[in-house]
């Protein structure tokens, strides 16, 4: 007889419930084994989550330190552009080129007072004694300076907006100036062209009816070496009266 019709003398049979008691012992043993390794990785990831938290903490906490130092000394009087605190009246347009997950306070009300809360936003103020105390502060973290009546007339018809039901709308219709303005005699671009140009009597009211300039980055970005002249300087005590025309340009 061959071996594969050789008959086993007593053979054991294991029954379909321990069998299938095994089966799920297995299973379950596998998902325990599996829960503990995504248990372990999970631990290691947040043991250096942890780490790198405390290590953005310490570095937040210095950086914002270094700015209530720089904002103290200005205050005091300590620092090279305190003497610039008194203004002297002229028109100037300001962007903001910079940004940090970490800002002192007193800079992010700064910011708040001119409407530059984004990147690459940008303004037109009046150089007087409140708005340099403002500019002071936030130096490191925006460029300004005289804007040329093209500069002016270019960002107004190109980039001009308002708030109209509470949502930003691009002043493509006189009628939206007119409805807003009209009791000023403003009806429409060409008017806030002049008003802004000249920082008549009622800029104020053009300024608050314009939203802050939504600006792009510069063409071939902030790293260009044209632009080395207008975003850096060697200290933060420097004077950020850039030419303006030369960026609002690139962004624009």
Same mark, same amino acid.
């Given at each position: 007889?061959?071996?594969?019709?050789?008959?086993?003398?007593?053979?054991?049979?294991?029954?379909?419930?321990?069998?299938?008691?095994?089966?799920?012992?297995?299973?379950?043993?596998?998902?325990?084994?599996?829960?503990?390794?995504?248990?372990?990785? *999970?631990? %290691?990831?947040?043991? =250096?989550? @942890?780490?790198?938290?405390?290590?953005? /903490? #310490?570095?937040?906490?210095? $950086?914002?330190?270094?700015?209530?130092?720089?904002?103290?000394?200005?205050?005091?009087? *300590?620092? %090279?552009?305190?003497? =610039?605190? @008194?203004?002297?009246?002229?028109?100037? /347009? #300001?962007?903001?080129?910079? $940004?940090?997950?970490?800002?002192?306070?007193?800079?992010?009300?700064?910011?708040?007072?001119?409407?530059?809360?984004?990147?690459?936003?940008?303004?037109?103020?009046?150089?007087?004694?409140?708005?340099?105390?403002?500019?002071?502060?936030?130096?490191?973290?925006?460029?300004?300076?005289?804007?040329?009546?093209?500069?002016?007339?270019?960002?107004?018809?190109?980039?001009?907006?308002?708030?109209?039901?509470?949502?930003?709308?691009?002043?493509?219709?006189?009628?939206?100036?007119?409805?807003?303005?009209?009791?000023?005699?403003?009806?429409?671009?060409?008017?806030?062209?002049?008003?802004?140009?000249?920082?008549?009597?009622?800029?104020?009211?053009?300024?608050?009816?314009?939203?802050?300039?939504?600006?792009?980055?510069?063409?071939?970005?902030?790293?260009?070496?044209?632009?080395?002249?207008?975003?850096?300087?060697?200290?933060?005590?420097?004077?950020?009266?850039?030419?303006?025309?030369?960026?609002?340009?690139?962004?624009?």
């Amino acid at each position: 007889m061959s071996d594969s019709h050789r008959t086993i003398a007593n053979p054991v049979y294991v029954s379909e419930t321990l069998l299938k008691k095994r089966k799920r012992n297995d299973k379950i043993a596998a998902e325990k084994a599996k829960e503990r390794a995504e248990t372990k990785k *999970k631990q %290691k990831l947040a043991q =250096r989550t @942890q780490f790198k938290r405390a290590d953005e /903490f #310490v570095r937040a906490f210095r $950086t914002k330190e270094k700015q209530k130092r720089r904002i103290s000394s200005i205050e005091a009087g *300590k620092n %090279k552009a305190s003497k =610039r605190k @008194q203004g002297d009246g002229r028109l100037l /347009f #300001v962007a903001r080129i910079k $940004t940090d997950k970490a800002i002192h306070p007193d800079i992010v009300r700064a910011l708040k007072n001119l409407r530059l809360l984004k990147m690459n936003s940008g303004v037109f103020v009046v150089c007087n004694e409140t708005t340099m105390q403002d500019l002071l502060r936030v130096e490191p973290f925006v460029t300004y300076g005289s804007p040329s009546l093209k500069t002016i007339r270019d960002l107004i018809m190109k980039r001009g907006s308002t708030l109209v039901s509470g949502k930003r709308t691009p002043l493509s219709n006189n009628a939206i100036i007119e409805e807003a303005l009209g009791k000023l005699d403003i009806i429409c671009l060409e008017d806030l062209v002049h008003e802004v140009s000249t920082v008549g009597e009622n800029f104020a009211s053009v300024t608050s009816f314009l939203e802050p300039f939504e600006l792009h980055d510069p063409v071939k970005g902030w790293r260009q070496k044209k632009l080395k002249e207008v975003i850096e300087r060697s200290s933060e005590e420097e004077s950020a009266d850039d030419d303006i025309n030369k960026l609002v340009e690139t962004m624009n």
